[in-house]
């Protein structure tokens, strides 16, 4: 009798339990559903706006197929421009059922336009690390500012209000809004605060960091177009030397492959492993460069004789891209733009030369990649003329409309002391093998903010990692690593990151390993003779 007693004590206290997880549930339901047709006022907004509105509010549930983020509400809405006439800008807030009082926002790329969600990974997070919902974070995205299509459809951009959100100012306004949403289904904001981005969403978190301080604890950066007035006429300028003289200098995806196995052939080894990654990127200067090219893949004649060899023309071009570029004044306080990595690593198979001699006004996914985005920008941003030939353009014919639109879009040379006076935290990196975004612009920009700083400064609120092999989000060495991780302690717990560990993701080289060093030192293969070349402790960093 006794025994029976206590089973059904025991039942009824598991249906006790599973009556109050299933009302937990219903509530949590009914919580997310409320959040729909939530108006928040522009007063709530810390930049101009028409104020912002949810357009849905659904509980997506732990089981949902095709969910690995666990059980979260997801909120979608949009906020309205000034100008009735200007793009709105959608945003996603998912809330996780299971909050870790933290909020995680996510940059965008190219021009944006397309929604950032928030359900996958952040950064360069490595496969084998849970999604930041499913860890517990608020996530949040937007489109930039507009809706577009992929690559760089610069129109948006003639407008001033989008050309604006793009810049920096859609960073704030999402953020401004999650907040409102956290407050309305938490009734608490975040303890913490970051964001995290690549290419363009490592220039939203630069703006982040510099503009929006008061906003963030701490930012990843990962190879960012912080620049993006001066490194799209960087870009332009590769254009101009591939295509001027009717394709002269085109380097077609042949001419283009013995150049980067040549250069592969000589500075590989000068790292002591010969593994396909060049980590000694200045020893590889001296041993290979454009006299080297000149004297070991000139055609017999200069003149184009088949795909063994460069003619005159294109070796001028390879020269013209490998150099230093200067605009002939200062853009948003630089006056440079650091050489493209083509003589250093980079395959240029992604970013390419293209597939023909001649470009389209606009271009098309058949013409460079580099030079897309910087004709879209001199197009639709500099000179506002959608039929304008960017073969033509000459900067300084332009100067004062790139300084302005400099301002807008370029993170250059804003002070990051109001960020390390608040405690904020950020980590850059960037991949010597880059063929979008020229791998010593990201040198560039810490090496002007270590000037502002100080060393002991500086080292107290930034750390930069330069990645051997990491090309832009690709390479021969497809690093990945735990970055907001690292962040989070570092922010969390005042331990600063030393040598981070990157995992190789290819197919190929799966789970092989390397010291990601900070800059300037680099991985040098210090193992002994039989010493697996795949794992990093086989390695040291080291500065020349």
Known sequence: MKTCVLAIVCMAGVLAVRVGIGAERAAGREACEA??????????????????????????????????????????????????????????????????????????????????????????????????????????????????????????????????????????????????????????????????????????????????????????????????????????????AIYSNDGAGWLSPEKTKILTDAVRKACDPLDGATDGIISNIAACHRVFNIDTVRTTLRCGDGK?????????????????????????????????????????????????????????????????????????????????DPNYDPLKFNPAAYRARIEEVAKILDVTDVDLTPFRLKGGKLILAHGTEDDFIAPGNTDAYYERHLAKQGRAAMDSFVRYYKVPGLSHGFGTFNAKYDDLTALVHWVDGAHAPDVLIGVDENTEHSGRTRPMCAYPRWPKFTGKTGDSLDEARNFTCVVN
């Open 35 to 240: 959040l729909s047709g939530l108006v928040v006022s522009a007063a709530k907004i810390g930049l101009p706006t028409s104020g912002a509105r949810i357009e849905s509010g659904r509980l997506v549930s732990a089981t949902e197929e095709g969910n690995v983020n666990g059980e979260y509400c997801e909120v979608k809405g949009w906020i309205h421009p000034v100008n009735a006439n200007s793009p709105r800008m959608q945003f996603e807030v998912n809330l996780p059922s299971s909050w870790n009082r933290k909020l995680l926002q996510m940059g965008g790329g190219g021009f944006d336009g397309s929604l950032v969600t928030g359900l996958g990974a952040e950064g360069l997070q490595p496969k084998s690390v849970p999604h930041p919902l499913k860890r517990g974070y608020v996530t949040a995205g937007g489109d930039g500012g507009h809706q577009s299509g992929p690559g760089f459809d610069g129109r948006f951009a003639l407008d001033e209000e989008a050309l604006r959100n793009y810049g920096r100012e859609s960073v704030k306004k999402v953020h401004d809004v999650a907040i409102e949403i956290i407050m309305a289904r938490y009734r608490e904001k975040p303890r913490r605060t970051f964001f995290v981005g690549n290419s363009q969403g490592g220039h939203e978190a630069l703006n982040a960091a510099a503009y929006y301080f008061a906003d963030y604890d701490g930012v990843v950066a990962n190879y960012p177009a912080y620049n993006v007035a001066l490194l799209h006429l960087a870009s332009l300028n590769v254009g101009q």
């Open 304 to 384: 184009d004789s088949g795909n063994s060899c460069l003619s005159d023309a294109q070796i001028e071009a390879v020269a013209r891209i490998a150099s230093t570029y200067r605009p002939g004044f200062a853009v948003a306080g630089a006056d440079e733009l650091a050489p493209w990595a083509l003589l250093e690593g980079a395959r240029f198979v992604v970013s390419n030369f293209g597939t023909r001699r001649v470009p389209d006004n606009p271009p098309t996914t058949l013409d460079a990649l580099v030079y897309t985005a910087g004709a879209a920008t001199v197009k639709y941003i500099i000179t506002r």
